[in-house]
């Protein structure tokens, strides 16, 4: 029995045991369930040696993440400032460039000048003038200009080859000059003289305005590159005020062939009231572009003595009555001239003295930029662990933040299309983009097509109908006609009580097919008319008189609240008279839409005959009647 005792204790104990060891593992499992993580990449157990490391990795990389991203941002930053080192470096070279390429232009506008003084003086004395330290002048200047093509013409291939080509024609002009006598008093221009004219003003124009002409292009070329957000007024300001050097320049020369012959030819004349009022233009555009300093000294200048000789020279060259010559007055007007373009030489360097402020002040700003940024470098190392722990409440909140932001930004580009789908229904989308861009909206459009049309018997609805009623009628009446819109080329103007204008060939241009255009849309909207019940008469339908003109026309956007598009011009006028005296359920057409749709072909035309036409007096007028399946106008 004992035996048998001691075995069933053992039973038992090693049951106990099998029960205890089955607890175990069973809390073991519960615990490893509750332990259990997710990164959301993996699930893991912290507390065993794979979740350890898989822990240990993952907070290693969000503590370093936030560190590494402010690394990178000012690694970029740094790039970013380098590059606009740069963009400063190499445009402050570019204006270097244009410096040098000015002093070369000036400079020769300026031997302009001095040759065209010497001829003028040769053919009164046999004395010559010593041009040397001009030539040398310029000489020095086309050594410093960094040297490119700056045209196809091979003088402008390369330094060496233009300095012989400046060489020859200055060696020509002085053999010239050398061996031209003074003219007696019975010689004229006319004479068998062998040495007048040997080298004339023209010579001198084609050969100076020729070089400084494609010089003027290459500094425009420059000046565009160079230019950047806080130069581009004063930049430009300087490149007119080297046009306007260039063209007293030209006109110089003009006036004094005017003093030496007594009078210019017409070619001559234009050219001279050409120049004369590019001067003006660019003065303006300079007065607008500098500072008020420099416009100040700009305003003394057009006040002073040189400017009063230069004005009285001016108003007696443009009136070119024939007379003798007159050394005396080109000698003044020469002064005069050169007195002022002194003085606005002046001014142009004053310009370039606040080119290079403005440059230097940029080279300032992009170096603090770069100490500033290796100071928030530093900053960002030193307080690394802090950002550590706030990196990972600041992920949430920037992600809560993005979506706001995001929203925000759906929102905006949803409120942007409705406002732009608001604005194309006031004002053509063409011209809504340059209104945007900032470009003037006046324009001239020297052929375009317009319609007007009227409902015939209106004020009789108006009178028989309440107000309501009205607004009801021609809301119907425009939605149908604004629905044929799309089918046509054509631009709704206006509509004003029942006065519906439409035009086509603005304010996109479309050739000669705004007429063809316009008759058809007609055709179609005088068809769909006469399916609208009046309101007064059912269930009679309306008839519409319509008028078409074709002619010029300036449209561009006036005011500022509730802006239109608004259309200027005799055109209108006529149009409108084409209405008011046609008939009911009649499209009149004038001479000029005909003549346009003769070109084409396809329409049944009917001769109206001649009508008067307030302030236009008797007018041709044609009566459109249908579309022709020929293919030819018939009338």
């Not at 420099?294 to 200048?301: G, H, N």
């Not at 008319?529 to 006036?558: N, Y």
Request: negative net charge; hydrophobic residues 40%; contains cysteine.
């Amino acid at each position: 029995m004992f035996g048998r005792k001691m075995e069933t204790s053992q039973a038992s104990d090693g049951q106990a045991s099998e029960n205890q060891t089955g607890d175990s593992y069973s809390v073991s499992t519960r615990l490893s369930g509750m332990s259990t993580m997710s990164n959301g990449l993996c699930s893991f157990n912290p507390t065993s040696t794979k979740g350890k490391w898989i822990f240990l990795i993952q907070t290693v990389f969000l503590s370093f993440t936030p560190i590494l991203i402010l690394l990178a941002q000012n690694s970029v930053m740094f790039t970013e400032m380098i590059y606009r080192r740069d963009m400063v470096y190499a445009k402050d070279s570019l204006m270097a460039d244009v410096g040098s390429l000015a002093e070369l232009i000036i400079s020769l506008q300026r031997e302009r000048s001095e040759v065209a003084l010497s001829l003028y003086m040769s053919r009164k004395t046999a004395d010559n003038m010593d041009l040397n330290a001009i030539f040398s002048r310029t000489d020095q200047d086309v050594d410093e200009v960094q040297w490119r093509p700056f045209s196809s013409d091979k003088i402008f291939s390369s330094k060496l080859r233009f300095q012989i080509k400046l060489d020859d024609f200055r060696e020509m002009f002085s053999r010239s000059t050398l061996q031209r006598p003074a003219l007696s008093p019975n010689e004229t221009r006319n004479d068998n003289n062998p040495y007048i004219n040997t080298v004339s003003e023209d010579d001198i124009l084609n050969f100076y305005s020729h070089a400084t002409g494609t010089l003027l292009n290459a500094l425009e070329s420059d000046i565009g590159d160079a230019q950047s957000s806080n130069n581009w007024r004063i930049i430009m300001a300087y490149f007119n005020l080297v046009k306007i050097l260039e063209s007293m320049g030209i006109g110089l020369v003009y006036g004094l062939k005017f003093y030496n012959e007594g009078n210019l030819n017409i070619d001559d004349m234009v050219s001279y009231v050409r120049h004369s009022a590019l001067v003006d233009e660019y003065y303006k555009q300079v007065k607008e572009l500098v500072a008020k300093d420099i416009q100040s000294v700009l305003e003394a200048l057009y006040e002073g003595d040189g400017y009063n000789i230069v004005s009285s020279s001016s108003r007696e060259i443009l009136s070119n009555e024939e007379s003798d010559e007159d050394h005396e007055r080109g000698q003044l007007y020469f002064e005069g001239c050169t007195k002022f373009t002194d003085s606005l030489i002046r001014i142009l360097n004053m310009t370039t003295d606040q080119i290079k402020d403005i440059r230097e002040q940029a080279l300032y700003d992009t170096l603090l930029a770069q100490v500033w940024g290796i100071f928030l470098l530093i900053v960002v190392l030193a307080i690394s662990p802090v950002l550590v722990v706030l990196a990972k409440n600041a992920i949430f909140t920037i992600q809560v933040f993005a979506q706001s932001v995001q929203k925000k930004a759906l929102d905006m580009k949803r409120q942007e299309r409705k406002r732009n789908r608001l604005i194309y229904k006031m004002l053509p989308k063409i011209v809504v983009e340059k209104l945007s861009s900032g470009s003037d909206t006046a324009e001239t459009f020297e052929s375009v097509t317009l319609y007007f049309s009227t409902v015939a018997g209106f004020s009789e609805i108006t009178n028989s109908c309440n107000a309501i009623q009205v607004v009801q009628f021609l809301n119907t009446l425009y939605t149908v006609m604004d629905s044929k819109m799309d089918d046509f080329d054509v631009y709704k103007v206006e509509t004003i009580s029942d006065s519906y204008l439409v035009a086509s060939g603005l304010p996109k241009k479309n050739g000669d097919k705004h007429a063809v255009e316009v008759c058809n849309m007609a055709l179609t909207l005088r068809n769909a008319a006469s399916l609208i019940v009046r309101p007064d008469k059912r269930p009679q339908t309306i008839e519409i008189k319509a008028g078409i003109h074709s002619g010029c026309i300036v449209a561009g956007v006036v005011g500022s609240k509730m802006p239109r598009y608004c259309l200027f011009g005799d055109t209108i006028n006529t149009a409108s008279r084409m209405q008011s005296r046609s008939l009911p359920g009649k499209i009149q057409i004038s001479m000029e839409t005909k003549m346009m749709l003769d070109v084409v072909g396809g329409f049944i035309i009917e001769n109206r005959g001649a009508i008067e036409v307030k302030g236009k007096g008797m007018l041709d007028t044609f009566w459109l009647v249908s579309h022709d399946s020929g293919g030819h106008n018939r009338a």
